[in-house]
């Protein structure tokens, strides 16, 4: 993703720009610039270069050094070992493009993405009449980041939540209700989350125990079905009473993630019903499924069971019933060629990789997917309990979503507490911030790791002080502000005419780098990244205080204010990257 070069390219842009002019004419090369530690910067390209041209690579080094324009930029550079350069850029540099970026607002310098497009993002989907699980909430949390960092970048995001509202269950679930009337009549008006829950959980334990002793239950149920699929009018109105009942539920779960979820977006399985006999019929006409025994299926090469016969994709079921391929394949032709998407992304369990490895090459080969139009599974692991096994409860179920996260508050409300006499915080602070820092921990040890990596679900690790955590981030931001606030009269004020210390110099250069970070992640869909930019900016953050005294008397006026602006901007920074992760980020902490 190219980025539009703006005021506030970054140092190490400026000075890759700066080096690749300076290379001999037509020589299309990378100059390779990294960060280093012996200078600030080290250019490794010219070797290759110097080999391609059959040069000596110290001689080519000498003569870009020569070369190159320093406009300001390079305090020193100079050749080193077989060919690299080490480059040292001036204090001024630094200051000046931080002081750009300060002075641009909310966004921080951050440049749109040149090719912004339009993406379909599928996550945060549970089912109807079930409880959400871990997994549902990996989906929520990575999806809603990869919204926010992408929105920010300039893409166009709609969002779908691509729900489990249709199936065969229903037909037991509404007949009982027939049977049953009242059973979610909310006579006091409102219910809550729970309540909703636990309506459902009844309903469905009671309809599944008839289903099972009651053959004539069970008949009544499976006609039941075909009502519902024939649009029945009674039936469609009893189904929708399940849906509803579960979205009270789905939303106290997400409004508890501090996740917004619009209405609108919840476009479930049932939203494709009128797609499906044509998404068959378009895929049989042109070859791209075959009738076998009575089904319309899409066969793979690759794709074999465990006796070495192919597996088929199933569009169509041999008594005629759709299932879960034949609406994921009629949602791309819906988001593809309604919605205008250029790219497709499903935020979903790494489990269900082999269902889409086999849906997006049904699309491909029906034309509905190209080299245009991609899309992408964001395929996430399994959490883990402490023992590194599936995460369940003692008894082996499935953990409830609301019980762990009414737990992460729990604990991080303890966290809070302990400090907040220090801090001066109100009875109602302290439960505020133990909910943005519950929340943030749960968020933040889903984001940090690589998405499709296994991740063991640690609350006390998650809920530390020390270490890669949201609350150490959390305590950065507030560190700064209580800063802030002791300043009295100083203002953070940027002096380029400076010269700064090795520990702001880092800090600095790790700030400047904020924009093309959010770029990278932006387009790899890869969030994790920002978690550990971030990481690093508060670690950079505490060599900082470590090395510099911000509220001196020692400190000459200008320096006051020099460093009250680096600690302004990586408050700012901190702000705008956990915000894009979906955490908070309390002023007083
Ligand atoms: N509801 C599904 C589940 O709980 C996830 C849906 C994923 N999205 C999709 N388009 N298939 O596993």
Same mark, same amino acid.
């Given at each position: 993703?190219?980025?539009?070069?703006?005021?506030?390219?970054?140092v190490?842009?400026?000075?890759?720009?700066?080096?690749?002019?300076?290379?001999?004419?037509?020589?299309?090369?990378?100059?390779?610039?990294?960060?280093?530690?012996?200078?600030?910067?080290?250019?490794?390209?010219?070797?290759?270069?110097?080999?391609?041209?059959?040069?000596?690579?110290?001689?080519?080094?000498?003569?870009?050094?020569?070369?190159?324009?320093?406009?300001?930029?390079?305090?020193?550079?100079e050749?080193?070992?077989?060919?690299?350069?080490?480059?040292?850029?001036?204090?001024?540099?630094?200051?000046?493009?931080?002081?750009?970026?300060?002075?641009?607002?909310?966004?921080?310098?951050?440049?749109?993405?040149?090719?912004?497009?339009?993406?379909?993002?599928?996550?945060?989907?549970?089912?109807?009449?079930?409880?959400?699980?871990?997994?549902?909430?990996?989906?929520?949390?990575?999806?809603?980041?990869?919204?926010?960092?992408?929105?920010?970048?300039?893409?166009?995001?709609?969002?779908?939540?691509?729900?489990?509202?249709?199936?065969?269950?229903?037909?037991?679930?509404?007949q009982?209700?027939?049977?049953?009337?009242?059973?979610?009549?909310?006579?006091?008006?409102?219910?809550?989350?729970?309540?909703?829950?636990?309506?459902?959980?009844?309903?469905?334990?009671?309809?599944?125990?008839?289903?099972?002793?009651?053959?004539?239950?069970?008949?009544?149920?499976?006609?039941?079905?075909?009502?519902?699929?024939?649009?029945?009018?009674?039936?469609?109105?009893?189904?929708?009473?399940?849906?509803?009942?579960?979205?009270?539920?789905?939303?106290?779960?997400?409004?508890?993630?501090?996740m917004?979820?619009?209405?609108?977006?919840?476009?479930?399985?049932?939203?494709?019903?009128?797609?499906?006999?044509?998404?068959?019929?378009?895929?049989?006409?042109?070859?791209?499924?075959?009738?076998?025994?009575?089904?319309?299926?899409?066969?793979?090469?690759?794709?074999?069971?465990?006796?070495?016969?192919?597996?088929?994709?199933?569009?169509?079921?041999?008594?005629?019933?759709?299932g879960?391929?034949?609406t994921?394949?009629?949602?791309?032709?819906?988001?593809?060629?309604?919605?205008?998407?250029?790219?497709?992304?499903?935020v979903?369990?790494?489990?269900?990789?082999?269902?889409?490895?086999?849906?997006?090459?049904?699309?491909?080969?029906?034309?509905?997917?190209?080299?245009?139009?991609?899309?992408?599974?964001?395929?996430?692991?399994?959490?883990?309990?402490?023992?590194?096994?599936?995460?369940?409860?003692?008894?082996?179920?499935?953990?409830?979503?609301?019980?762990?996260?009414?737990?992460?508050?729990?604990?991080?409300?303890?966290v809070?507490?302990?400090?907040?006499?220090?801090?001066?915080?109100?009875?109602e602070?302290?439960?505020?911030?133990?909910?943005?820092?519950?929340?943030?921990?749960?968020?933040?040890?889903?984001?940090?790791?690589?998405a499709?990596?296994?991740?063991?679900?640690?609350?006390?690790q998650?809920?530390?002080?020390?270490?890669?955590?949201?609350?150490?981030?959390?305590?950065?931001?507030?560190?700064?502000?209580?800063?802030?606030?002791?300043?009295?009269?100083?203002?953070?004020?940027? $002096?380029?005419?400076?010269? /700064? @210390?090795?520990?702001?110099?880092? &800090?600095?250069? !790790? %700030?400047?780098? =904020?924009?093309?970070?959010?770029?990278?992640?932006?387009?790899? $869909?890869?969030?994790?990244? /920002? @978690?550990?930019?971030?990481?690093? &900016?508060?670690? !950079? %953050?505490?060599? =900082?205080?470590?090395?510099?005294?911000?509220?001196?008397?020692?400190?000459?006026?200008?320096?006051?204010?020099?460093?009250?602006?680096?600690?302004?901007?990586?408050?700012?920074?901190?702000?705008?990257?956990?915000?894009?992760?979906?955490?908070?980020?309390?002023?007083?902490?």
């Open positions: 993703m190219a980025s539009v070069t703006s005021l506030t390219a970054s190490h842009q400026r000075l890759a720009a700066a080096l690749s002019a300076a290379l001999p004419e037509n020589a299309d090369a990378d100059p390779l610039l990294r960060r280093s530690d012996r200078a600030d910067f080290q250019a490794n390209g010219i070797l290759a270069l110097a080999k391609k041209a059959k040069a000596n690579p110290r001689e080519l080094a000498t003569t870009v050094v020569e070369r190159v324009e320093n406009g300001g930029l390079i305090k020193d550079v050749v080193s070992g077989p060919g690299f350069l080490n480059i040292t850029v001036t204090d001024r540099a630094i200051t000046e493009n931080l002081a750009a970026r300060a002075a641009d607002g909310e966004r921080l310098g951050v440049p749109y993405a040149q090719d912004a497009g339009t993406t379909v993002i599928d996550y945060a989907q549970p089912n109807v009449a079930k409880e959400m699980h871990v997994g549902h909430l990996r989906s929520a949390v990575i999806g809603d980041a990869v919204v926010q960092i992408l929105e920010f970048t300039g893409e166009t995001v709609v969002r779908r939540h691509h729900i489990g509202d249709w199936g065969t269950q229903f037909g037991m679930l509404i009982y209700l027939i049977e049953h009337p009242h059973e979610l009549d909310h006579e006091g008006g409102e219910v809550s989350g729970e309540e909703a829950m636990s309506n459902l959980n009844r309903l469905y334990k009671d309809s599944r125990a008839l289903f099972d002793s009651d053959e004539e239950f069970k008949t009544r149920a499976r006609r039941r079905v075909v009502d519902l699929q024939a649009g029945d009018a009674e039936t469609l109105a009893l189904w929708q009473k399940f849906v509803d009942e579960s979205k009270i539920y789905f939303y106290s779960v997400f409004d508890k993630l501090d917004e979820i619009r209405d609108p977006d919840v476009v479930g399985e049932s939203g494709y019903n009128d797609m499906l006999e044509e998404t068959c019929r378009l895929l049989e006409e042109s070859g791209v499924a075959v009738r076998s025994e009575g089904a319309l299926c899409v066969f793979f090469d690759d794709v074999k069971g465990p006796d070495g016969k192919p597996v088929p994709l199933i569009v169509q079921k041999s008594d005629g019933g759709y879960y391929a034949a994921d394949l009629s949602a791309i032709r819906d988001r593809v060629f309604s919605l205008k998407a250029d790219t497709l992304l499903y979903v369990d790494a489990r269900q990789s082999l269902h889409f490895k086999m849906v997006f090459e049904t699309a491909r080969r029906a034309g509905w997917l190209n080299d245009g139009t991609k899309a992408e599974q964001l395929a996430f692991g399994t959490v883990l309990g402490k023992d590194g096994k599936p995460f369940k409860t003692r008894e082996g179920e499935t953990v409830r979503l609301v019980d762990l996260l009414d737990e992460a508050i729990d604990r991080a409300t303890a809070v507490r302990e400090k907040a006499g220090k801090v001066g915080l109100s009875e602070e302290i439960v505020e911030n133990g909910r943005y820092v519950g929340i943030g921990a749960v968020k933040y040890a889903d984001l940090s790791t690589s499709v990596r296994d991740y063991k679900f640690d609350l006390d998650m809920v530390s002080l020390n270490g890669d955590t949201s609350v150490y981030l959390q305590y950065a931001y507030a560190r700064i502000q209580s800063i802030l606030r002791k300043a009295g009269d100083a203002r953070p004020a940027a $002096h380029p005419e400076l010269e /700064l @210390a090795p520990a702001e110099r880092a &800090l600095g250069l !790790h %700030l400047d780098q =904020f924009g093309e970070l959010l770029l990278d992640v932006a387009q790899s $869909h890869e969030p994790h990244k /920002l @978690a550990a930019y971030l990481y690093q &900016l508060a670690s !950079h %953050l505490t060599t =900082f205080y470590d090395q510099c005294q911000v509220l001196s008397d020692a400190n000459a006026p200008e320096v006051v204010e020099n460093r009250l602006f680096l600690v302004d901007l990586t408050a700012r920074t901190l702000h705008r990257g956990m915000a894009l992760l979906g955490i908070r980020t309390p002023e007083r902490l």
